[in-house]
């Protein structure tokens, strides 16, 4: 059973950033994207203070974040890693079960990849995943390599949106 305290507080500063982006794109009616909260059952709360010092996560969650974008529905799962590769035991099956069920019913599924060691951030089409999740269930590499990611979806700062991910969404439509 996963506890909601022991994974502390990582990707905590990937979903800040993604946050401040959804708020500056709703202010400027570009999109309507929302944070999707993992649902938790408190174990131990602190009587004094009412913060939840203990707790598990009652179910599985789907993704991070859910919207629409100029009339698309789109979903998507935020991803960090320290290290030159992005372990695909970091996406579980039932995110992947979703997404293919969303991108069936004509929306958009993606991830928001950060390679920290590099400060980059990558916008990963789930059909790009799906591939690398395939191959590794029949034995083959169980990572996608930084240096395998496709540089023509790395997510830009621009016009004080840190993570401006729509053009990555529109490059994707266009080339697809």
């Known amino acids: ?8 507080l990582r990707g905590s500063t990937l979903e800040e950033l ?8 709703r202010e400027n009616g ?12 408190p174990i131990k709360i602190d009587q004094k203070t009412r913060h939840i010092s203990l707790a598990y996560f009652e179910q599985k969650s789907t993704v991070d974040y859910i919207g629409v974008v100029q ?6 799962d935020a991803k960090e890693t320290t290290k030159d590769i992005l372990p695909l035991q970091n996406i579980h099956e ?8 969303y991108e069936k ?8 990849v950060y390679f920290s060691k ?3 951030y990558f916008y990963l089409p789930y059909q790009n995943i799906k591939c690398y999740w395939e191959k590794a269930k029949t034995g083959g590499r169980k990572s996608i390599p930084y240096r395998e990611m496709d540089r023509s979806y790395i997510i830009s700062n621009k016009n004080g ?7 990555q969404i529109k490059n994707y439509i266009d080339n697809n």
């Open 1 to 8: 059973m996963a506890y909601w305290n022991s994974r502390g």
């Open 18 to 25: 993604i946050n401040f982006t959804n708020k500056k794109y």
């Open 30 to 41: 570009l999109a309507l994207i929302q944070k999707i909260p993992t649902p938790i059952k």
């Open 71 to 76: 009339g698309i529905a789109v979903c998507f």
């Open 94 to 101: 039932h995110q992947m079960v979703f997404m293919d069920d």
């Open 105 to 112: 019913q004509g929306g958009i599924a993606f991830f928001l």
């Open 118 to 120: 590099y400060n980059e």
């Open 161 to 167: 949106i840190y993570l401006h991910y729509l053009e």
